[in-house]
């Protein structure tokens, strides 16, 4: 397991166009933010952009990256002959979910990093809701990146469905427009990435992240992760 | 001993019958030819004998155990080479052996098998930039990592050029003389007379006949395949 996640990580920092997504790009999006210093109703918008950021980053590893890998393994019967060796083809895919869980969590450092000594946003003051919020939010997109995965036959209807995705559950997350009608928040919420946005903002603010948050969450990442398990094809 | 026992092996896909009541053993240390043209049910079988799937009826031992009750202890001593099973792009040689090698508890030596399989040149090398006979001798040195006591190739020479194809040759009989059984699943009629010690050919699911290429080739071993699994063949069969 130990040599799988290692190779796993080895192959993922090959991938220049998914690091620069994944890391390089959330950060300079939160700098952009930064240095352009506008602000909505007072509030700078890079203290408004940078709970959405990380959201983001969660959606690219699980959304984009997790389900193209998977199909393509599928794709290139890679699962298929790690099914004939002692190490059998479920852990590849729990060495992928522990890369990219690992780089999540990197990328969400960052992006405080660069908010924080760039900007001066203060960091999460309700610092252990913060962090159950990036795990469930990082969950819940890898179980339904698991579940794309799982479903799409190859690997380039795998990358299409991930993209299709995106785009309504980052609208929801306020990617493209961070004030949003009380129609649209109130909708939003009961979806994975508004709800985590929510709750990321909250205990940024001080808040414990509010349960229905916790929940939403919580349960795409249950539901999702099922249905993956139920479906899912090795070959 | 007896490497590998099949008996009235029988697997469905619907109303298709891939594999009708197959039956034949391979002795230890044996190579054995599975010969067959395509949906003649040879990687059905194969599929049995690895545990990839489940027989509907029949009886299955490699090196003694049930593909299906005993997995976890084939995996430990069944090599396989699979069919168009690729690695992933960026992944090198090296680094494709030392993934392999941790699987298992005793693996052989990764140096020792690249310089066998000619491929110690390459080791920096990601499985993109190989060639296809490249991709084809780490495929079957990724089979034989583990020290298997019984190597399953399919269609292991299936596009190398004929330099190639014998240097592959003389490396399935060096792995026999190590001990291993050798299944190899193949097309050319030429490769099962110079290796097989015996063979089985399939048709439509059946063993159309079992023996010794030398006793099964009169005149040539691809005469008697031409023979047992044309058409017309098909057709006086069952009428």
């Given amino acids: ?235 | 001993m007896t490497a590998i026992e099949v008996e009235g092996l029988t697997k469905r896909y619907g109303a298709k019958v891939a594999v009708d009541d197959v039956s034949f053993a391979v002795a230890e240390g044996e190579i054995f030819g599975l010969l067959g043209r395509n949906g003649a049910g040879k990687s059905t079988t194969v599929d049995c004998l690895a545990g990839l799937r489940v027989p509907d009826h029949g009886r299955i031992r490699v090196s003694g155990h049930d593909p299906v009750r005993d997995r976890q202890r084939l995996r430990h001593v069944l090599g396989v080479q699979l069919q168009e099973s690729q690695l992933p792009d960026k992944l090198t040689v090296a680094e494709a052996m030392r993934l392999y090698a941790s699987f298992y508890r005793q693996p052989e030596d990764i140096e020792h098998l690249l310089a066998q399989l000619d491929l110690t040149e390459k080791r920096n090398t990601r499985y993109r930039k190989l060639s296809g006979g490249q991709k084809q001798r780490l495929s079957v040195a990724l089979a034989l990592i583990g020290r298997p006591r019984v190597a399953i190739l399919d269609e292991l020479t299936t596009g190398l050029d004929p330099v190639a194809r014998r240097d592959t040759w003389q490396l399935i009989d060096d792995i026999r003389n190590q001990g291993v059984t050798i299944m190899l699943i193949t097309h050319f009629m030429e490769e099962a007379e110079r290796l097989c010690d015996r063979v089985a050919i399939l048709h439509d699911g059946r063993v159309a006949a079992l023996g010794t290429p030398a006793a099964l080739g009169r005149p040539t071993l691809e005469d008697t395949f031409v023979t047992l699994t044309s058409r017309a063949m098909t057709s006086r069969r069952t009428s």
């Fill in chain 1, 1 to 235: 397991m130990k040599m799988l996640t290692l190779t796993e990580a080895r192959l993922l920092a090959r991938e220049p166009l998914a690091l620069f997504w994944g890391l390089a790009f959330p950060m300079a999006l939160l700098a952009v933010m930064g240095v352009s210093a506008g602000d909505v109703g007072g509030v700078p918008l890079v203290t408004i952009y940078e709970p959405i950021v990380i959201a983001f980053v969660s959606v690219v590893f699980g959304l984009q990256g997790l389900p193209v890998q998977i199909a393509a393994y599928r794709e290139r019967r890679i699962l298929r002959r790690l099914a004939t060796t002692p190490a059998g083809p479920a852990r590849v895919i729990g060495a992928q979910l522990i890369v990219s869980l690992t780089v999540v969590l990197a990328a969400t450092i960052g992006v405080l990093a660069v908010g924080r000594l760039g900007f001066g946003v203060p960091l999460p003051r309700q610092l252990a809701g913060f962090a159950l919020v990036v795990v469930l939010a990082a969950t819940a997109t890898l179980a339904l990146g698991l579940l794309i995965g799982a479903l799409a036959p190859t690997a380039r209807s795998a990358g299409a469905a991930g993209t299709v995705l995106f785009f309504p559950l980052m609208y929801f997350a306020g990617l493209w427009t961070p004030q949003m009608s009380a129609t649209t928040r109130h909708i939003g919420q009961y979806t994975p990435l508004g709800a985590a946005a929510q709750a990321l903002r909250d205990s940024m603010a001080g808040a414990w992240p509010h349960p229905a948050a916790l929940l939403v969450l919580g349960g795409c990442t249950l539901v999702c992760a099922a249905a993956a398990a139920r479906f899912f094809r090795w070959e």
